[in-house]
C-alpha cells in the first residue's frame, strides 16, 4: 500500500511513524513544504491528562519526550496585581521545533520517506491520502469535506521571551486602550511562549493595526513590563490574527481523510491543538490495525470511533474561546479569586465537585469567599 502523508506536523509526524511500525511493508511518504529546522511559534503546552493518554497509547514516545518537557503542578491567575493559584491543573510543555525534531527522527529511524521544502498544490496519487497539512488544508479544498469556518473576533499574536515563568499563567492587564491578557508559559530552560490577546476595540484604539512588528513588540512589552521583567518579546513570523473555529462535516473523502488541524482546530486555550492531533494520528493507525489494506473500512472506523470524542471537546473549546471573547467584562466584574473560579468553571465541564477533587487549596479559597454557591 502507498501511503502519502501531507504534512509534517505532529498530526502527520505521528500517524507515519505508528503506521510504518505497524505494516514495514508499506511506503509510506511524507511531504512538507518547510525544511526539517522551520516552525512557527514557540512551545506547546499539554495537560497533564493528555499526557497520560499519550502514555498510554504511545508509551515510548511519550517516555522521549517527558524527558525533553518543563512540567508544573499549577496553573497561575494573575488580575489586579494579585495572583491566583489552581493546585491540581498541572500542564507540561515543550518547544514546537523539539517535539518535531523528535518525531522526525523516530520517522526515520522507522524507514518513513519525509519530503521536505516541496509545497503541493494537489494531492499526489496513492492508496490512501493523509491531510494533516494543518489549518490552510490544501487536502480539504475542493474534495467535498464540507468544512465549516466562524472567525473569533480576539485578536492575538505569538511571541516567544527568556523571562522564565514559574506556571501556565494568565495575567489579565489594562491600560489606557483596553483590556489585555498574556498566556504565558516556559517550554524549554532558557524560553517561554508570550501569547498576548485583546478584543477587537481596544486593538484599534491601541494603534497596533497600524503597527509593524517592532512597534508592536514594544507595546506589548509595555503593557506586560511587571511580568517580562526588562526581558524583550521575541518574534518568530508574529502576526496578530483572527482564531477560525473549523470542523469538517465530512472526514474523509473518497480515499482522502484529514486529521489533526486540518479536521477542525480548537482554541488555544483549552492547550489541544497538539494533543488532538496526536490522538487523531494513534485513531487512524489503529482502524488501519484493524481493517487492514481495507482504505474505505479504515476511514469509516476512524470516524466512528472519534468524532464523538471530539465533538465533546470541541463543544468545550468553542466554550472556551467564547469565555476569551468576553474577558474584558469578566475583569471588571471579578476580582482575581472570582476571575479564577469563572474562568476554570468556563466551558461547563468542571462542577464545583469535580473541581474540590482537583483543586482542593484553591476550592477552600473559594467556598470560603462564597464563590461557589
Ligand atoms: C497561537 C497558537 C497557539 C497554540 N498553542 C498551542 C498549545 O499551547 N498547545 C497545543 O497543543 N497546541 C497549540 N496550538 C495548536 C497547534 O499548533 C496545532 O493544533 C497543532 O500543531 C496541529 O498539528 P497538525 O499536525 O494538525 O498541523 P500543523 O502543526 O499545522 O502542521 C501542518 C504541516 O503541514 C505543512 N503544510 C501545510 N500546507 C502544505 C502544503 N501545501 N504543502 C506542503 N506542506 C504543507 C505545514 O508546513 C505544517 O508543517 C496553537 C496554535 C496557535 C495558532
Same mark, same amino acid.
Given at each position: 500500500m502507498h501511503i502519502a502523508v501531507l504534512?509534517?506536523?505532529?498530526?502527520?509526524l505521528l500517524f507515519s511513524l505508528l503506521a510504518k511500525r505497524r505494516t514495514p511493508r508499506w511506503r509510506i511518504e511524507v511531504h512538507e513544504q518547510n525544511p526539517p529546522d522551520a516552525t512557527f511559534g514557540f512551545g506547546v503546552v499539554f495537560s497533564q491528562g493528555a499526557l497520560a493518554l499519550l502514555e498510554r497509547d504511545a508509551p515510548d514516545l511519550h517516555a522521549g519526550l517527558a524527558a525533553r518537557m518543563e512540567s508544573w503542578p499549577m496553573q497561575?491567575?494573575?488580575h489586579r496585581g494579585q495572583a491566583v493559584d489552581i493546585d491540581?491543573?498541572?500542564?507540561?510543555a515543550?518547544?514546537?521545533l523539539d517535539l518535531l525534531r523528535f518525531l522526525q527522527g523516530l520517522c526515520l529511524e522507522a524507514g518513513v520517506d519525509i519530503r521536505f521544502d516541496r509545497r503541493f498544490e494537489a494531492p499526489p496519487a496513492a492508496d490512501l491520502v493523509v491531510g494533516a497539512d494543518g489549518l490552510n488544508s490544501v487536502v480539504r479544498q475542493g474534495k467535498g469535506f464540507e468544512p465549516q469556518i466562524e472567525w473569533l473576533t480576539n485578536k492575538f499574536v505569538w511571541y516567544g521571551t527568556a523571562q522564565r515563568f514559574d506556571c501556565l499563567t494568565l495575567t489579565f492587564r489594562e491600560n489606557e486602550h483596553g483590556a489585555f491578557v498574556a498566556h504565558h508559559y516556559r517550554y524549554s530552560p532558557q524560553?517561554?511562549?508570550?501569547?498576548?490577546?485583546?478584543?477587537?476595540?481596544?486593538?484599534?484604539? /491601541?494603534?497596533? &493595526?497600524?503597527? +509593524?512588528?517592532?512597534?508592536?513588540?514594544?507595546?506589548?512589552?509595555?503593557?506586560?513590563?511587571?511580568?517580562?521583567?526588562?526581558?524583550?518579546?521575541?518574534?518568530?513570523k508574529s502576526l496578530w490574527r483572527q482564531f477560525p473555529l473549523l470542523h469538517n462535516r465530512r472526514w474523509s473523502a473518497g480515499n482522502a481523510v484529514l486529521i489533526g488541524d486540518a479536521l477542525r482546530s480548537m482554541h488555544f486555550s483549552i492547550g489541544s491543538g497538539t494533543r488532538l492531533a496526536f490522538e487523531d494520528a494513534i485513531a487512524l493507525d489503529r482502524a488501519f490495525g484493524e481493517a487492514g489494506e481495507n482504505v474505505p473500512a479504515a476511514l469509516a472506523a476512524f470516524e466512528r470511533e472519534r468524532r464523538p470524542v471530539v465533538e465533546k471537546l470541541y463543544a468545550a473549546a468553542s466554550a472556551s474561546s467564547y469565555w476569551y471573547e468576553e474577558f474584558p467584562?469578566?475583569? /471588571?466584574?471579578? &476580582?482575581?479569586? +472570582?476571575l479564577a473560579y469563572d474562568y476554570m468553571t468556563r466551558s461547563g465541564r468542571m462542577s464545583p465537585e469535580r473541581l474540590r477533587a482537583m483543586a482542593p487549596r484553591f476550592m477552600k479559597q473559594v467556598d470560603a469567599a462564597g464563590l461557589s454557591a
Open positions: 504534512g509534517a506536523g505532529p498530526a502527520g497561575r491567575i494573575v491540581g491543573n498541572g500542564f507540561s515543550i518547544g514546537r524560553m517561554s511562549t508570550f501569547l498576548v490577546e485583546c478584543d477587537a476595540a481596544t486593538w484599534q484604539r /491601541a494603534g497596533l &493595526d497600524r503597527m +509593524g512588528d517592532a512597534r508592536s513588540r514594544a507595546y506589548c512589552e509595555r503593557v506586560f513590563a511587571q511580568d517580562l521583567d526588562g526581558h524583550p518579546l521575541v518574534s518568530n467584562d469578566r475583569m /471588571a466584574r471579578f &476580582d482575581a479569586l +472570582g
